[in-house]
């Protein structure tokens, strides 16, 4: 068979083409999730606060609750003397008042009483029966939270695009929210196809590889935000690979395959989108990543990734992740994600096609890795990739160059 691409690419052109797509066929929707399941989730809208925080004036310190006009002039050697007059644990109240001459004990957390305008930390108490003797002055509000000193009511207290850390899911479950409402992740279907892979557990016959790409790609989605799984492996059959597709659709928004995007013998994943669907990228003008397939299926994407690990992993970086991340509600400026540093060896590139050179980021030095796309084990060191322009031959020892580093969220 010859190696036709019939709609290939430029890299700039594909990006576009990609992200209309993902503009046309899908919106940013979102969901209300319990706060207990919300880490890591983005938020929808601008939350703003219930209520007061602290809802009360409350005790920073264990101590005791006095006017702080009783203790003025008091030191070790003159201390001043007050009755204890009640109790108060975090959670408890109390009906008396302090007034002149009184006070009461009280433990961090717990509301003030009546009255008290200060606490006196009880390192610095003598506690004897119903009386306290206080050794040393404090000012009013000392060691007191005063009620709405950390946030008021109604005021704007997280922002749209937020991620839900365990500091700010803190933040909900103190102004009482069950519920929150989040961009809801897309569905992402993974599927590897070829005849030479097989699944992990299973027996290696000679000429076999195990699959890499379906769980790769998998966590990729997940790194962009996606609800991704993996769907199994399908053989190079052309009625196997369209039922597949076929089945897969019902279940996600988006579907991802390997291999079986080329345009050789036993490659049919063109085939079977031209009958289901429409094409609109065959190849893709870089290396590696050619045979890259973009088509749309009953109004969703399905992306027919490379077979080799290298070139499935840049194609997703490179081209999948950013509309994918952006559709998850994920703020992030992919242009940016780079660190530069200068080259400890030269890059040869082929002129006339975008190259992606995997790196190794030390420090300032960027170090190539120079292996093939079907060297899994390069990956486990690459940090990012540099981009070399189809009209640069090459990039010289020595030259600052601008690494694109892999998403990791």
């Not at 702080?68 to 070790?76: I, K, L, R, T, V």
């Not at 009013?140 to 500091?167: F, W, Y």
């Amino acid at each position: 068979m010859g190696t036709e691409f019939l709609k290939i690419k430029e890299s700039e052109d594909a990006l576009e083409i990609i992200q209309k797509l993902f503009d046309k066929y899908y919106t940013l929707q979102s969901e209300e999730i319990a706060v207990e399941d919300a880490y890591g989730r983005i938020l929808s809208g601008d939350v703003y606060s219930r209520m007061d925080f602290p809802p009360f004036d409350k005790a920073l310190k264990d101590g005791f609750a006095i006017l702080s006009q009783d203790s003025f002039g008091a030191s070790e050697e003159s201390p001043k003397t007050l009755e204890v007059i009640d109790f108060l644990e975090a959670g408890s109240t109390t009906d008396k008042t302090v007034e002149e001459g009184k006070c009461v004990e009280i433990s961090t957390g717990a509301a003030m009483p009546k009255g008290a305008d200060a606490v006196v930390m009880v390192e610095y108490c003598e506690k004897m029966d119903s009386n306290v003797n206080i050794l040393t002055t404090v000012t009013p509000t000392q060691d007191v939270a005063k009620k709405g000193s950390d946030t008021k009511e109604s005021k704007l207290i997280l922002r749209k695009g937020d991620v839900l850390t365990p500091g700010k899911i803190g933040v909900l479950l103190s102004q009482g929210f069950e519920t929150i409402e989040v961009y809801k992740k897309p569905t992402v279907g993974v599927i590897s196809t070829g005849n030479e892979i097989t699944l992990q557990g299973n027996e290696l016959p000679y000429g076999k590889i195990y699959d890499v790409n379906g769980n790769m790609i998998k966590n990729d989605a997940i790194s962009c935000g996606a609800n991704a799984k993996f769907l199994g492996t399908v053989k190079d059959d052309y009625n196997q690979l369209k039922a597949k597709i076929q089945e897969s659709l019902d279940d996600v928004d988006i579907l991802i395959g390997s291999g079986g995007t080329s345009a050789g013998l036993g490659d049919v994943m063109k085939h079977v989108l031209d009958e289901l669907g429409q094409v609109y990228i065959h190849g893709i003008s870089v290396q590696p990543g050619k045979p890259t397939i973009i088509g749309i299926v009953d109004g969703k994407i399905v992306i027919g990734l490379p077979g080799n690990p290298v070139s499935a992993l840049m194609i997703f970086n490179a081209f999948v992740a950013p509309p994918l991340t952006k559709l998850a509600g994920i703020d992030k400026n992919f242009e940016k994600s780079t660190v530069k540093g200068k080259l400890t060896r030269r890059i040869h590139s082929p002129v006339g096609r975008m190259q992606y050179q995997l790196v190794k980021v030390d420090g300032e030095d960027i170090q190539p890795i120079f292996k093939d796309s079907g060297a899994i084990f390069s990956l486990s060191t690459a940090d990012g990739y540099v981009k070399v322009p189809k009209s640069v031959e090459l990039l010289d020892e020595g030259e600052e160059v601008e690494v694109y580093l892999f998403n990791i969220n």
